[in-house]
């Protein structure tokens, strides 16, 4: 992505529990990962539910974890995890770095105990930069792809360990080739993970959709 001018861009704002407001540039021009996906917006709130509150400190469970996430776009969803207090690395392709650090920048003071830093991770490819594994792997809107569909799988057995917990949350789209991705992502899925899917009533009570699913996925011991 070359250089972009302020012109280049719109503005999405997700307002979180607490008040404050993630500003989220998208691009007038440019390929899927240039907009904020509705699935980004359901996962990033889903981060915020008591589903990850802890009991002891009263605060998140989100602080200090380490934090990946595939397919970043915008960057909505780490940033949301990071303004959480997780230390994350968002990651897309080299074309996605330009915006992904505008809007680091952009909400940079949102984010207090946590870290963000933006890289270049193309699936199927060497993870030896991302490693140890983190604790969380979050993804949203991944499957939709037919040629991506392999080297996601394989980039999620090779970034993640037996503590590792992915979140995926994707639309389920039933036109064109999507259901046949679809089918394949989770038979490629099943040989090394199980999963199992997050009840709406667990998901954010404004931010959810019954054709926008979340699911646990965790490697098999």
Sequence with gaps: MAAETESS??????????GCVLKLKQCHKG??????????????????????????????RWADQHVLELGAGTGVVGLMAASLGA??????LDDLQTLLQVNIEENKGVISCGSITAKVLKWGE???????????????????????VVPLVESLKKLSG???SIICCYEHRTVGINPKVEAQFFELLQKDFNWEAVPLEQQDPEFSSPDIRILNIKRNI
Excluded at 9 to 18: G, L, P, Q, T
Excluded at 87 to 92: E, I, K, L, P
């Design 9 to 18: 861009y719109f503005v999405r704002e997700i307002e979180k529990n607490d």
């Design 126 to 148: 060497d993870v030896s930069d991302f490693l140890p594994p983190p604790d969380y792997v979050l993804m949203a809107d991944c499957i939709y792809y037919e040629q991506s």
């Design 31 to 60: 390929d899927v990962g240039c907009v904020v996906w509705d699935a980004a917006i359901v996962l990033a709130k889903y981060l915020e539910t008591r589903s990850f509150k802890d009991p002891a400190s009263g605060g998140t």
């Design 87 to 92: 230390h994350v690395t968002v990651t897309d």
């Design 162 to 164: 037996p503590l590792t």
